[in-house]
């Protein structure tokens, strides 16, 4: 792809044309549920809690970047990982849409007037017990980022060019409950994206750019 197949604007119209909102199963059929097809019954069995993402495009010239935090050490669930700002769906949370939006300006101070949402990926069914809707924006430039140290260690950007290459998508293994699970990865520097955030990650370049 041209460098140009990564702006902003590219990304908001494959987001715009993708529809998924209209498929509440397509959660099977993308990203690391592929690599670990028999965890599906188990998901199905869960009790999950409703959480919401932001998938952030920042708006650059040169090419769109993603923005990326690494959660503190002190976290109870997923403490020390490289994420998506979000978080658990409030009972007054109309929509996911909210949700992220909310949970961003919590976690980052991202004021949402600097955040065009432009649609959604597939459920990502957490092993650690949430549905997360990921919702994707395209972010202006201008905004400013004061992290939240309760919950937030870093926040940094990744070019999407970087991400949406599938030659930077390893695929791992661990063991989990007595069995190997596999699972993606994407090193970038001394970051190592890679769980629940290069899963998503993995389900945008199959929905909107394989």
């Known amino acids: 792809m041209s460098a140009m197949s990564f702006s902003a604007a590219d990304f908001r119209h494959r987001a715009l044309s993708d529809g998924v909102q209209s498929n509440a199963d397509a959660w099977r059929e993308h990203g690391d549920i592929l690599l670990n097809p028999g965890v599906v019954p188990y998901l199905e069995g869960l009790t999950l809690r409703d959480a919401a993402v932001l998938v ?9 970047k993603v923005i990326l935090t690494q959660r503190t050490a002190k976290l109870r669930k997923h403490s020390g990982q490289i994420a998506f700002p979000g978080g658990g769906m409030d009972p007054e ?5 909210v949700a ?12 949402r007037g600097f955040v065009e949402p432009v649609g959604r990926l597939p459920y990502y069914m957490a092993m650690s017990g949430f549905r997360i809707t990921p919702v994707l924006a395209v972010v202006r430039r201008g905004f400013s980022i004061v992290p939240n140290p309760d919950e937030v260690d870093a926040v940094f950007e990744v070019p999407l060019s970087f991400l949406m290459n599938p030659d930077n998508h390893i ?10 699970r596999h699972y993606y990865r994407m090193p970038y520097g001394e970051r190592n994206i890679w769980g629940i955030t290069a899963g998503i990650l993995r389900t945008l370049y199959e ?3 394989a």
């Not at 992220?100 to 004021?111: C, H, K, S």
């Not at 695929?171 to 190997?180: C, D, F, I, L, N």
């Open 100 to 111: 992220a939006l909310r949970e961003t300006e919590e976690e980052i101070g991202l004021d």
């Open 171 to 180: 695929v791992g293994s661990s063991v989990w409950q007595g069995r190997e």
């Open 93 to 97: 949370d109309r929509t996911p849409e």
């Open 207 to 209: 929905r909107l750019y």
């Open 56 to 64: 952030p495009v920042v708006d650059d010239p040169d090419g769109a």
